[in-house]
């Protein structure tokens, strides 16, 4: 089992709706956790870290941690088309500073 | 400019060729790392060093070699390079975070490297 699972997408939603990303991981002791977006051919840029239970909120972006399941979200809200992208999951790995990273999923944001 | 710079950006080389890529960084970090990228498969990491003094492997280390030359920089070879290395590598870099919380990898923009 990949230590981070992210379903590949693609995930297609509306300008203006929820976009909700998911990603489950299988280590329980695993303390950080990261979403980076990417765009295609462009390198991956953090957009939110969480390391406690619970919603951390960034202005439109609202990470969700849930360590007793061993999932991570993230919800875009207001969507744009200029989010249309892949989203990183990752977490830190056994080492503490390097990072598992999931496969990606692949959101369109349609007009 | 830029805090993580990777150099070349663009590479095509043969089979059986020693390539070297090599990364820099100005954001005074100790810790960096390599990353190569396939389509569809995520990001998968090289090596990483935590200090000039410090070498790890990480997952898919077979075929390749490092070498940190300086806080700043981190370079990557593959030996003798075959097709299947054909990917998009990236060099990361982190350091710590004031207040403990987790640290924060901030990509180069990448080299995209050609095995034919």
């Known amino acids: 089992q990949k230590e981070v699972e992210q379903n590949s997408g693609p995930l297609s939603v509306p300008e203006g709706a929820i976009a909700s990303l998911n990603c489950t991981y299988s280590?329980?002791?695993?303390?950080?956790f990261f979403w980076y977006r990417q765009y295609s051919g462009k390198s991956p840029e953090l957009i939110m870290s969480i390391y406690s239970n619970g919603d951390k909120e960034d202005g439109r972006f609202t990470a969700q941690l849930n360590k007793a399941s061993q999932y991570v979200s993230l919800l875009i809200r207001d969507s744009q088309p200029s989010d249309s992208a892949t989203y990183l999951c990752?977490?830190?790995?056994?080492?503490?500073?390097?990072?598992?990273f999931g496969k990606g999923t692949s959101l369109l944001v349609t007009p | 400019d830029a805090d993580v710079t990777q150099t070349p950006r663009n590479r095509i080389t043969k089979t059986g060729k020693r390539i070297m890529l090599e990364c820099s960084q100005t954001k005074g970090h100790d810790r960096m790392y390599w990353y190569r990228q396939d389509p569809g498969l995520g990001l998968q990491l090289i090596y990483y060093?935590?200090?000039?003094?410090d070498i790890n492997k990480g997952e898919i280390s077979d075929g390749y070699s490092v070498s940190r030359q300086a806080q700043a920089k981190f370079s990557l070879s593959l030996e003798s390079a075959i097709p299947n290395q054909t990917a998009l590598y990236f060099c990361a870099t982190s350091g710590p975070s004031w207040g403990g919380g987790p640290d924060t990898q901030y990509f180069g923009p990448g080299t995209r490297l050609t095995v034919l």
């Open positions: 280590d329980r002791g695993s303390q950080s």
């Open positions: 060093s935590f200090d000039v003094k």
């Open positions: 990752a977490k830190n790995s056994n080492s503490g500073y390097a990072l598992n």
